[in-house]
């Protein structure tokens, strides 16, 4: 089975709410990441968060990180139809090699 | 170039056949990784070149699966005999090394095997 999963496997929501997705993995890691894909393009790093971090922002983004757990969360809040894509967490391992991805979230954003 | 390049962007082949997919890292990372993305799915790590050291190979698939790189730069990935579960995107990317490890991805190769 995968090292990071994410849930849930689509999401569907109105312009200008918010959008939390979440990712467990299961072993220890080194650092997570968050990337998001749009229909046909290549893969965009959005954020990383490392394993003694908790909580990270970036702009609209805010991702929190439960090492007890093993799980992460995304949140992008005041979406907009822009945010229309797959997201995925991947994880590496304490060696920082390893990267498994889970299989992503796909987010729609209604106008 | 500012990102990761690579080459071609689409290959159509037959069952059978050998291909050669290319991948040209970012200058300065001496960090590549190649990735196989099926339809619908999410990334399947491949393998995993750093500097000079052997590289980490453990994600490839069967050993009709290959990839060099020289040195610092270029790099190819192998499929040799493809069958039709071949048939999916092949995704490289590049980073420096460090504790962040961003990696920064190319636009990908969708291949398809008929």
């Known amino acids: 089975s995968q090292q990071g999963e994410e849930d849930p496997q689509a999401l569907s929501i109105q312009e200008g709410e918010n959008a939390t997705m979440n990712c467990s993995y299961k072993?220890?890691?080194?650092?997570l990441q968050w990337y998001r894909q749009n229909s046909g393009r290549g893969l965009v790093h959005l954020i990383l968060?490392?394993?003694?971090?908790r909580e990270k922002h970036s702009g609209r983004l805010r991702v929190t990180l439960d090492t007890s757990k093993k799980s992460s969360s995304l949140l992008i809040t005041a979406s907009r139809a822009a945010d229309t894509a797959s997201y995925f967490c991947?994880?590496?391992?304490?060696?920082?090699?390893?990267?498994?991805f889970g299989p992503g979230t796909r987010l729609s954003v209604l106008p | 170039g500012a990102g990761v390049s690579q080459s071609p962007s689409n290959k159509v082949t037959e069952k059978g056949k050998d291909v050669e997919l290319r991948c040209d890292p970012i200058?300065?990372?001496?960090?590549l990784y190649w990735y196989r993305q099926r339809l619908g799915q999410g990334l399947e790590f491949l393998i995993y070149?750093?500097?000079?050291?052997?590289?980490?190979k453990s994600g490839l698939p069967s050993d009709r699966f290959s990839a060099e790189r020289t040195g610092e730069s270029v790099s190819t990935l192998t499929i040799q005999r493809t069958q039709q579960e071949d048939s999916a995107v092949y995704l490289c990317?590049?980073?420096?090394?460090?504790?962040?490890?961003?990696?920064?991805f190319g636009p990908g190769t969708r291949l398809t095997v008929l």
């Open positions: 990317a590049s980073s420096r090394v460090g504790s962040y490890n961003e990696q920064f």
């Open positions: 072993t220890s890691i080194n650092n």
């Open positions: 968060i490392r394993s003694n971090e």
């Open positions: 991947a994880t590496d391992d304490n060696y920082g090699q390893n990267f498994v």
């Open positions: 200058s300065g990372h001496t960090a």
């Open positions: 070149f750093q500097g000079n050291s052997a590289p980490d």
